[in-house]
DNA sequence: AGCGTCTTTAGAGTATATCTAATTTGATAT
DNA sequence: ATATCAAATTAGATATACTCTAAAGACGCT
């Protein structure tokens, strides 16, 4: 996602085109290997002093809801995040966290009936497991 | 799942019954609304001081590596438990955070050769939207 | 330029989870 | 029964992850 492309992607949305905002998207674009919170407010201050936490988390918050950017939850850990971009499902490591794309294929949806009032907004395939590195010593935690 | 069903099920996966222990899969399996750890901890302790956070915190986590309890992470909120008796997959309310079931079907296995290394523990779908009583009132956040 | 709104800020505050080191418990062997 | 020792538990401090607050700043529109 080049400089224009993330502009106009905030802009399709409705939010403005900040400096801040855009740190975070150019991070993600550059970055696939689903970043925490933490390093992204990190990384995006490491040159020179550019937003705050608290900004870093509202930005991120804000472009989830838009549906730009995709949070991933782990157990116990700090959530990860990515672009929305490509679909993809997720494989999480239960030994060290991390969380790797997997190839998107579809879901079945549940049988009709079964939903009642609840609105469906995405349905997503998580794999848990030890991760490539992990998987060879399979010492427990 | 009654007392003796837990007694066993504990010592099946080589764990002691130790009254905190059984406390906390008493407590899973009369309540299904997925409680969090704070609320297992409380719930716990409210009748007579029974077990401390750590206690209750490495609890859970052992029980979920054995295999009897299964955690589900929730974006910026505190994960919630429930026993992996029946198989289903799960609701979770952007909206109000809570989790819910929903019935169990098979899941399509990644290609065989994506995988590669990995050793997949489980495969699990998450719904994601707004539950029953979210959904009438649209308010945003 | 003036206006209203959206955005950002620093730092305190809250929620959640883990660690530590001493103590107690429980299964097993004697 | 009792001794033994690893497993389990404890209180409370600490660490981590995230949110809130109130004030100031930036943006887009007229």
Redesign the pocket.
């Known amino acids: 996602m080049n400089g224009g492309a993330i502009k106009r992607s905030l802009e399709n949305v409705?939010?403005?085109?900040?400096?801040?905002?855009y740190a975070v998207m150019a991070f993600l674009t550059d970055h696939k290997g689903h970043p925490?919170?933490?390093e992204i407010f990190a990384a995006v201050n490491h040159v020179d002093?550019?937003?705050?936490?608290?900004?870093?988390?509202?930005?991120?918050?804000?472009l989830v809801k838009a549906g730009l950017v995709r949070e991933v939850?782990v157990?116990?850990?700090?959530?990860r995040f990515d672009l929305r971009g490509l679909r993809h499902h997720h494989f999480i490591c239960d030994r060290c966290g991390s969380v790797e794309d997997m190839e998107w294929y579809d879901v079945p949806r549940p049988r009709s009936g079964f939903l009642g009032k609840r609105v469906v907004r995405e349905c997503q395939i998580v794999f848990r497991g030890l991760c490539t590195k992990c998987a060879p010593r399979r010492t427990s935690r």
Do not use: I, K
């Open positions: 409705g939010l403005r085109c900040t400096a801040q905002r925490t919170a933490a002093p550019l937003s705050s936490r608290a900004t870093t988390y509202n930005n991120l918050r804000d939850a157990e116990g850990r700090a959530g």
